[in-house]
């Protein structure tokens, strides 16, 4: 018996925009129930919908980013269905021409490799408010969120299992934040899932394909590689038990997901499916695409996080760790790449991003983007580390008050005591005191014993950046040290 | 002639939009559905071939606005007209979320 996963994924991505879609209601999480709301996304007779242009261009960018065809032509339908969180009684989705066909995404494996992931559509549509009725005989009505855009984005059914699924979601939430159109922040409900999961079973040469689930509304990457793999396994067992267990005989089902027990809950059969009753809308005008738009748009969505991270790679000699730092957020990405270019060490640089840099914006709770340091300073504090005018430990302390007050590297550095001394009459001096201090360690360096001669002038160079207070510099050091053991043993 | 309408299809169409009809109505409405339908065969006698389908009567694209906030009417205005309230929410009868698109 042989059993084979299909696995496609709806994906509800709330658009970064500061007003709602059809009305310039503000956007506002967690603002007063019904505070943020007007007539259009109350859904009140004789009001009119006017359509955002950054939500449309945010659909656009998000659809060339996802290698797909934009429509230059698409158009608003009604999907009908009476619920109290969607007032209307329709909501405003697209139905036959939806701004982005026919694409394809690539997500990463585990091995480093890439896979593409065909989408079959990418549309707009507005979200429904919400309906609260935990521990009430009534339900209470939320319409804040009423109107708010949502790009929703439909995968071919090509994911093969549930982690493939999970890196899926992962690097489209990059990709989202990446381009700057949703945040895509999971606590506040702005990527939502539903996977659609059934099995293909040969046995016998015979293939047998289960029922399809679409597990509805889940929102967090756990949670969806969670309710795939238990779907493949409760689809495999019903399947054993009863062969009519198939698409065939039972068409498409709905589940909910159940957190707490970690298991899909059977909502509904595709007796009970709804029938929407499509039609254009009539209050809104068709959206064109020209020429200009779609490459204004296209140079804006640039080089992708995947591609990008495998010129870094490539190019720099970066880890899969350096990777999840520097390109964990656009903005860094673009600040190592332009700085990259003055500075010609980049091992040094990726260094101090992912330790330095990193470590303060950690600290910070910021990108190292937004920790604010200009990009010369980024550039200098590589460069005085570089060129030996202070040690790469004293660069964390620079580059802290770099974050706190800015300025010069090197005017902190000089101010700070940090620069390396080089004068050799002083550095001649900590060495003789290191030599005078440490007879046993000298007498080891001159000793015949290879173990210990080798490990000797190490251990000196040590005791002079001690007595130094990290002043030294430590090749220079190296060097006097070498110098002073073969004048001993002459 | 279109196929007639039959009481089923009424009454789904009635729980489609949430309606709850009585007899008298579900044979009326029937009936009128079929004239409905009626009219539009006619207009399907129409030959349309090669006719681009419309997609609104207006020969106009593109009516866009800025993504800048506008001041909301606020809770009160929102909740002025609503049959049942439970500020600063809408009160409607108990809803499953079973039912939910």
Redesign the interface.
């Known amino acids: 018996m042989q059993i084979k996963p299909i696995i496609g994924l709806e994906i509800h991505v709330q658009l970064a925009t500061r007003t709602k879609m059809f009305c310039a209601c503000p956007l506002e999480f967690a603002a007063e129930p019904n505070s943020r709301t007007c007539p259009v996304c109350l859904g009140m007779p004789g009001t009119l919908p006017v359509m955002n242009r950054t939500a449309l261009e945010y659909s656009i960018k998000a659809g060339i980013a996802l290698g797909g065809r934009i429509a230059r032509f698409s158009k608003w339908d009604r999907k009908s269905y009476y619920y109290p969180d969607m007032p209307k009684n329709y909501q405003i989705s697209q139905y036959d021409l939806p701004i982005c066909s026919e694409g394809s995404f690539e997500i990463p494996k585990p091995d480093g490799s890439t896979r593409p992931v065909g989408i079959i559509r990418a549309h707009l549509e507005e979200d429904a408010g919400k309906n609260l009725h935990e521990g009430l005989d009534h339900t209470r009505v939320d319409l804040n969120r009423a109107g708010t855009p949502l790009l929703e984005i439909v995968t071919k059914p090509d994911i093969q299992d549930a982690d493939e699924a999970y890196s899926f979601c992962v690097e489209l939430q990059r990709l989202v934040q990446w381009l700057g159109i949703s945040e895509a922040n999971m606590q506040k409900g702005q990527m939502r899932f539903e996977p659609n999961v059934n099995v293909a079973i040969t046995d016998g040469g015979v293939e047998y394909r289960t029922p399809i689930s679409e597990v509805k509304n889940l929102n967090s990457f756990r949670s969806v590689r969670l309710a795939i793999a238990y779907e493949i396994n409760r689809q495999v067992e019903a399947w054993k038990a009863d062969h009519d267990y198939t698409l065939a005989k039972k068409g498409k089902m709905n589940f909910g997901w159940n957190d707490a027990k970690e298991a899909t809950e059977f909502q509904r059969g595709k007796e009970e499916s709804h029938d929407y009753r499509y039609f254009p809308d009539p209050d809104l005008v068709p959206v064109t695409v020209d020429d200009a738009t779609l490459a204004r748009l296209g140079a804006e969505v640039g080089e992708l996080p995947l591609a990008r991270q495998r010129r870094f790679i490539d190019t720099y000699g970066m880890t899969a760790k350096d990777c999840e730092v520097i390109l964990a957020d656009r903005a860094t990405s673009e600040l190592y790449d332009d700085a990259i270019a003055q500075v010609a060490d980049a091992k040094l640089l990726t260094k101090q991003f992912v330790g330095i840099w990193n470590h303060l914006a950690s600290a910070r709770q910021s990108t190292i983007a937004g920790l604010g340091v200009p990009q010369v300073s980024v550039v200098e504090l590589a460069k005085i580390v570089a060129d030996g005018t202070i040690s790469a430990s004293a660069a964390m302390q620079v580059a802290e008050k770099l974050c706190e007050k800015g300025g010069s590297a090197l005017e902190i550095a000089q101010s700070a005591g940090l620069i390396q001394e080089r004068d050799e009459s002083a550095m001649q001096a900590w060495i003789d005191q290191a030599f005078t201090e440490n007879p046993q360690a000298v007498a080891d360096a001159l000793s015949d014993n290879p173990k210990k001669s080798k490990a000797a002038p190490g251990f000196l160079r040590g005791q002079v950046m001690k007595i130094s207070q990290g002043k030294a510099d430590p090749k220079l050091t190296g060097e006097l040290i070498e110098k002073k053991i073969l004048s001993l043993k002459c | 002639m279109p196929a007639p309408i039959d009481e089923s299809q009424v009454r789904?169409i009635a729980h489609?939009?949430?309606i709850k009809l009585t007899d008298a109505e579900v044979a009326a409405f029937g009936a009128q559905f079929a004239n409905i339908l009626k009219h539009f065969e006619t207009l399907s006698e129409v030959n349309t071939d090669g006719v681009e389908p419309t997609?609104?009567?207006?020969p106009?694209?593109?009516?866009?606005?800025?993504?800048?906030?506008?001041e909301?009417?606020?809770?009160e205005a929102?909740?002025a007209n609503a049959p049942a309230r439970?500020t600063?929410?809408?009160?409607?009868?108990?809803?499953?979320?079973?039912?939910?698109?």
Do not use: C, S
């Not at chain 2, 909301?72 to 809770?75: D, E, K, Q, S």
């Open positions: 789904h489609l939009a949430r997609a609104h009567p207006l106009i694209t593109n009516v866009l606005r800025d993504d800048e906030p506008v909301p009417i606020g809770v929102a909740l439970e600063p929410y809408f009160k409607v009868p108990k809803v499953l979320d079973q039912e939910t698109a």
